[in-house]
């Protein structure tokens, strides 16, 4: 009897079992056929990108800053707004204390514009305490680079105007005067008085075209159409040609008279008399003169004491040289009596 109830229980709790199992097999069946139906019905939202979560994270954060994060996230950019192109920056200037540039002038050279009132009276540029450093004859050894030398410690910018020839003779300093962020022009190929009754109008072209081919092949680089006529002469012929070439004409405010010093203190001296005087202007000077070299220290000194501020003039496009000039030049330079060698390599003291 017992045994008949033990077996009949038993059968029982089997069969509960088996009918158990069977429902949660078919429910789980159902869900799994179902899923696909529920995932048509609503397509999944898509991911946030990198720069939507930080815009939801700091609504302050601008466009760019979206850009760059996106960029930055290894994620295509190319629906994403160009990156700005870093802005270059000014050289550091050792010199806290420095004369340095108090602006610069883009000149527009079209026509021959003419400045300086010692002959050009219609363009005044600059305000009350404004100089233009400008420099004649160079380039010339020791004395170029000592003027380079000065200017660069006061963090400080000139014009220099090169004779041709000189410009044949010592290209590296031409180039170093490039190097250091300074303008340059031309003064002719051999220092020529263009005003002269024997010169004649071709004479004075050549002159001319002949001393900015000798920068610009010195250089490896065209140079700022400007020109200042050597001795200040301005023949009308040779002006009507130079703006017929758009090139601008230089004379001057004020001459430091360096070719006549006897010695450095004098041309600070007359430099400082005449500026104070005027308050402004253009001054003259020649980097081909020592004295020059050695009084440039004292004067950026007292410019700077005066309360006076440094312009720089550059100009809105080079100059277009003259092929035949150019050519020339090259072909006068390659002459076999026209040795590139160093005068140690050709000549050696072998016995004294």
């Given at each position: 009897?017992?045994?008949?109830a033990?077996?009949?229980?038993?059968?029982?709790?089997?069969?509960?079992?088996?009918?158990?199992?069977?429902?949660?097999?078919?429910?789980?069946?159902?869900?799994?056929?179902?899923?696909?139906?529920?995932?048509?019905?609503?397509p999944?939202?898509?991911?946030?990108?990198?720069?939507?979560?930080?815009?939801?994270?700091?609504?302050?954060?601008?466009?760019?800053?979206?850009?760059?994060?996106?960029?930055l996230?290894?994620?295509?950019?190319?629906?994403?707004?160009?990156?700005?192109?870093?802005?270059?920056?000014?050289?550091?200037?050792?010199?806290?204390?420095?004369?340095?540039?108090?602006?610069?002038?883009?000149?527009?050279?079209?026509?021959?514009?003419?400045?300086?009132f010692?002959?050009?009276?219609?363009?005044?540029?600059?305000?009350?305490?404004?100089?233009?450093?400008?420099?004649?004859d160079?380039?010339?050894?020791?004395?170029?680079?000592?003027?380079?030398?000065?200017?660069?410690?006061?963090?400080?910018?000139?014009?220099?105007?090169?004779?041709?020839?000189?410009?044949?003779y010592?290209?590296?300093?031409?180039?170093?005067?490039?190097?250091?962020?300074?303008?340059?022009?031309?003064?002719?190929w051999?220092?020529?008085?263009?005003?002269?009754?024997?010169?004649?109008?071709?004479?004075?072209?050549?002159?001319?075209?002949?001393?900015?081919?000798?920068?610009?092949?010195?250089?490896?680089?065209?140079?700022?159409?400007?020109?200042?006529?050597?001795?200040?002469?301005?023949?009308?012929?040779?002006?009507?040609?130079?703006?017929?070439?758009?090139?601008?004409?230089?004379?001057?405010?004020?001459d430091?008279?360096?070719?006549?010093?006897?010695?450095?203190?004098?041309i600070?001296?007359?430099?400082?008399?005449?500026?104070?005087?005027?308050?402004?202007?253009?001054?003259?000077?020649?980097?081909?003169?020592?004295?020059?070299?050695?009084a440039?220290?004292?004067?950026?000194?007292?410019?700077?004491?005066?309360?006076?501020?440094?312009?720089?003039?550059r100009?809105?496009?080079?100059?277009?040289t003259?092929?035949?000039?150019?050519?020339?030049l090259?072909?006068?330079?390659?002459?076999?009596?026209?040795?590139?060698?160093?005068?140690?390599?050709?000549?050696?003291?072998?016995?004294?």
């Open positions: 009897m017992r045994s008949n033990l077996g009949l229980m038993l059968g029982s709790v089997v069969a509960a079992i088996m009918i158990a199992g069977g429902w949660f097999f078919a429910t789980s069946l159902r869900a799994d056929q179902a899923a696909p139906q529920a995932m048509a019905a609503k999944a939202s898509p991911q946030p990108s990198s720069s939507t979560k930080l815009a939801s994270a700091d609504s302050n954060l601008t466009k760019d800053d979206l850009d760059i994060t996106g960029s996230s290894g994620k295509s950019t190319a629906q994403l707004a160009p990156l700005p192109l870093p802005v270059p920056q000014k050289s550091a200037c050792a010199n806290p204390d420095a004369l340095g540039v108090a602006r610069v002038v883009e000149i527009d050279t079209s026509g021959g514009p003419g400045f300086g010692e002959h050009f009276k219609q363009l005044d540029f600059l305000t009350d305490k404004e100089v233009v450093l400008t420099f004649d160079g380039p010339w050894p020791g004395n170029t680079p000592a003027v380079l030398k000065a200017l660069d410690d006061e963090c400080t910018k000139a014009l220099f105007f090169p004779i041709g020839k000189h410009a044949t010592h290209p590296e300093i031409l180039r170093q005067v490039l190097a250091q962020g300074h303008t340059i022009g031309a003064h002719t051999s220092h020529a008085n263009l005003n002269s009754k024997k010169m004649t109008e071709q004479q004075a072209k050549d002159e001319v075209e002949k001393g900015f081919s000798a920068v610009k092949l010195a250089l490896g680089a065209a140079p700022s159409p400007f020109f200042r006529f050597p001795q200040l002469q301005h023949g009308p012929a040779a002006m009507a040609y130079l703006g017929s070439r758009n090139v601008a004409m230089f004379s001057c405010d004020l430091s008279f360096d070719f006549r010093a006897k010695d450095a203190a004098q600070v001296n007359t430099v400082m008399t005449k500026l104070d005087k005027q308050g402004k202007g253009i001054i003259l000077m020649h980097d081909f003169q020592k004295h020059t070299a050695e440039l220290p004292t004067l950026l000194g007292r410019l700077k004491a005066g309360g006076y501020k440094v312009v720089q003039m100009a809105k496009a080079p100059l277009q003259l092929a035949e000039y150019d050519e020339g090259v072909k006068d330079m390659k002459l076999p009596t026209v040795s590139a060698r160093a005068l140690s390599n050709v000549v050696q003291t072998v016995a004294q």
